[in-house]
């Protein structure tokens, strides 16, 4: 005897004019879980780097830290916007917080010295030692950070480009507030690129 079987079933999605065909057990894929598109990723990096440099221009002559962190948010939210990874995600977005609060803490003209309320001038975030100081000074020091973790993490040409902008942009900024911690940011940071030159060589 021969047992009857039933052929399988089909789901058919539809979406933004494409059609995708699998079996009724298998996770189907749509458009939005696919790579972000391409098509001006280039134009649109070349351009929020440009109005971040010239943030950091208007910046260092007038000394004044809240334009450039203005002027860096088309970089962040474009960066936001292209991150596709949980861990990569969680980098952008907090990236994106860490520079909302520092624009609040500028506007309402806070001040808080975090040397001397922990006793200490560095903790350890994410593996970094982070140099500390009025509270001010850890945004942009934080800003860093998470663009390193971008960069490592990300494997898209256009992430990493903007991840390389938001860096240089937040050492900038951190040289506008504080040149002294600047020198001690600069020493850690030329260290973990040594390190981060050697593991993407190797």
């Known amino acids: ?4 079987t039933t052929p399988p079933k ?5 979406e933004v004019d494409l059609l995708i065909v699998f079996p009724y057990n298998e996770k189907y894929v749509t458009v939005k879980d696919m790579a972000k598109p391409t098509k001006d ?4 990096t070349i351009g929020v780097g440009i109005v971040a440099f010239v943030g950091v221009l208007i910046g260092l002559v007038t000394h004044n830290a809240i334009i450039p962190l203005v002027l860096l948010l088309p970089t962040i939210g474009y960066e936001v916007y292209r991150v596709e990874g949980k861990s990569t995600k969680w980098a952008a977005w907090g990236l994106l917080a860490t520079v909302v609060v ?21 903790e350890s975030f994410q593996g970094y030692d982070v140099p500390l100081g009025d509270i ?5 020091i934080l800003m860093a950070v998470f663009s390193v973790v971008l960069f490592k993490n ?3 040409k256009y992430t990493k480009a903007l991840s390389v902008i938001i860096f240089l942009a937040a050492f900038a900024i951190v040289f506008i507030m504080d ?3 600047f020198n001690n940011v600069l020493k850690i940071a030329t260290n973990e690129g040594i390190d ?3 593991s993407q060589l190797n």
Do not use: W
């Open 102 to 122: 520092e624009l609040a803490l500028f506007v309402f003209n806070v001040s808080f010295d975090l040397v001397s309320f922990l006793n200490t001038d560095s």
């Open 41 to 44: 990723a280039t134009a649109i």
């Open 154 to 156: 990300t494997r898209g």
């Open 196 to 198: 981060l030159l050697d």
């Open 1 to 4: 005897m021969y047992q009857k």
């Open 10 to 14: 089909y789901h058919i999605h539809c």
């Open 179 to 181: 040149p002294d911690i």
């Open 136 to 140: 001010k000074i850890v945004g942009p």
